[in-house]
């Protein structure tokens, strides 16, 4: 496996999260050029993605031979006739055989769906159903909590974060109780480099970095296992 780092040294972290964004969608779009070159046509499974998260990036598949599905949890709105959208949980989505998607795609997802036995049923799911896929997380050691937007807050005991978020402004509801913070709490599990890399052990690992370090991981299979 060979990994392959990103750096930007921008002025804020708002800038380098739109200047990410538009890298990765580059990445993303090589792909899919790639699948289209060997196929025609390609299709693409979401998981844990939105239809309005493609449709904010049309160069991705507007006037393209591309047709995307997206799962989630919850049925999301939006959608047309190269989106749709299937309610599906990224840990099983049997409700799919073996290859069914030429790529699979995760952004942000692989740190929602549970600890370390369920981050592993989602890892084999996007193995299992494309022949390409590309899945970013967070990392752990990023000094910036990504989803609290607070530094260093992700790196107390689970106890002790629920008590930060209950006391900071905006986390949480006033009147939230301990019990509505563990939950939020263990909704969000980062991941490390190496726990990264042993989920998709047969992925290219991207580190993008920020200010010389590590924010995020990207796991791409560029080529047919």
Same mark, same amino acid.
């Given at each position: ?6 750096s ?5 972290? *708002? ?11 580059? =990445?993303? %779009?090589? &792909? ?5 070159? @060997?196929?025609? #046509?390609?299709?693409?499974?979401? =998981?844990?993605?939105?239809? *309005?998260?493609? @449709?904010?990036?049309?160069?991705l ?17 939006g959608?047309n006739?190269q989106? *749709?959208?299937v309610?599906?949980?990224?840990r099983?989505?049997? +409700?799919?055989? !073996?290859?069914?998607? !030429?790529?699979?795609h995760?952004?942000?997802?692989? @740190? ?11 890892? %084999? ?5 494309g022949?390409y ?25 689970e106890?002790?974060? #629920?008590?930060?978020?209950?006391? &900071?402004k905006? +986390?949480?509801?006033?009147? #939230? ?9 263990? %909704?969000?599990n980062?991941?490390?480099?190496? +726990?990264?890399? $042993?989920?998709?052990? !047969? $992925? ?9 370090i590590? *924010? %995020?991981? &990207? $796991? ?6």
């Amino acid at each position: 496996m060979v990994e392959q780092v990103v750096s930007v040294n921008l002025r804020n972290e *708002k800038d380098s999260a739109n200047y990410f964004r538009l890298r990765r969608a580059r =990445i993303f %779009s090589t &792909i899919i050029d790639s699948v289209i070159a @060997e196929k025609g #046509a390609a299709t693409v499974l979401d =998981i844990g993605g939105t239809p *309005k998260y493609w @449709e904010l990036l049309p160069s991705l598949w507007r006037n393209r031979p591309v047709h995307v599905t997206v799962t989630n949890l919850v049925r999301k709105r939006g959608g047309n006739d190269q989106i *749709k959208f299937v309610v599906g949980d990224a840990r099983d989505l049997t +409700q799919f055989p !073996d290859a069914a998607f !030429d790529i699979v795609h995760s952004n942000s997802v692989i @740190e929602h769906v549970g600890h370390w036995n369920e981050q592993t049923r989602m890892a %084999s799911e996007v193995r299992r159903l494309g022949n390409y896929y590309y899945v970013q997380t967070p990392n752990l050691y990023f000094p910036i909590e990504p989803h609290y937007k607070l530094p260093a807050v992700h790196w107390l005991p689970e106890s002790g974060r #629920a008590e930060v978020l209950r006391h &900071i402004k905006g +986390q949480l509801p006033s009147d #939230a109780s301990f019990d509505q913070a563990m939950r939020l709490v263990q %909704s969000i599990n980062l991941l490390t480099a190496r +726990q990264f890399r $042993a989920l998709f052990p !047969d $992925a290219r690992i991207i580190r993008e970095r920020f200010l010389g370090i590590t *924010k %995020s991981f &990207i $796991a791409i299979r560029a080529a047919p296992p």
